[in-house]
């Protein structure tokens, strides 16, 4: 199982992004997928996640209106768009899933959101 961000960067407040979770060694459809975001010294929190089974999905407080999750099963990838970014969206991304049989976890490497004038 392995688990590949991208699509991270430097954008000014307002702007967007869309960040990649690009799964392998997996069935995606098989797996719930979250997007976690972690700044220093600060505690990882939860953004969104999208369920295995029945597609639900799930966007902490203050990203509802402003972040979409969508998954990509043809090409075995995660989306998270983000629009409408803030300064207090600065942070690293990382997508995270467990496996539904043995219950392992499985993070990716994280990749830099920047917003800021």
């Known amino acids: 199982v392995q688990l590949v961000e991208s699509g991270g960067g430097l954008v000014q407040p307002g702007g967007s992004l869309r960040l990649s979770c690009a799964a392998s060694?997996?069935?995606?459809?098989?797996?719930?997928i979250g997007w976690f975001r972690q700044a220093p010294g600060k505690e990882r929190e939860g953004v969104s996640c999208?369920?295995?089974?029945?597609?639900?999905?799930y966007y902490e407080d203050s990203v509802k209106g402003r972040f979409t999750i969508s998954r990509d099963s043809a090409k075995s990838t995660v989306y998270l768009q983000m629009d409408n970014l803030k300064p207090e969206d600065t942070d690293v991304y990382y997508c995270n899933t467990h496996s539904p049989s043995s219950g392992d976890e499985y993070w990716g490497q994280g990749t830099q959101v920047t917003v800021s004038s």
């Open positions: 999208i369920s295995s089974s029945d597609g639900s999905i």
């Open positions: 060694g997996f069935r995606l459809d098989y797996y719930a």
